[in-house]
């Protein structure tokens, strides 16, 4: 990254489901109070248990998580 910016805080909705026979991890944010459409669904993160293990072992290695 050229150029990291730190974000506003945004709401977020985290849900887990199983679907097609496997559980799926979903993170979906909302858009900032300032923004013209407030509460607007702004973008979906989907994680299955393969890349939710890709995210924990970078968690862990970057923050020592166990």
Same mark, same amino acid.
């Given at each position: 990254?050229?150029?990291?910016q ?6 977020s909705?985290?849900?887990v489901?199983?679907? +097609?026979?496997? =559980? *799926?991890l #979903?993170?979906s944010?909302y858009?900032?109070?300032g923004?013209q +459409?407030?509460? =607007? *669904?702004? #973008? ?8 939710a ?7 862990k290695?970057e923050?020592?998580?166990?």
């Open positions: 990254m050229d150029r990291l730190l974000h506003d805080e945004v709401e909705k985290l849900f489901q199983d679907y +097609d026979g496997r =559980k *799926l #979903q993170i944010t858009g900032r109070p923004r +459409d407030v509460g =607007k *669904l702004s #973008q979906t993160i989907q994680l299955d248990e393969v890349a293990r890709q995210l924990f072992d970078i968690m290695a923050f020592g998580f166990k």
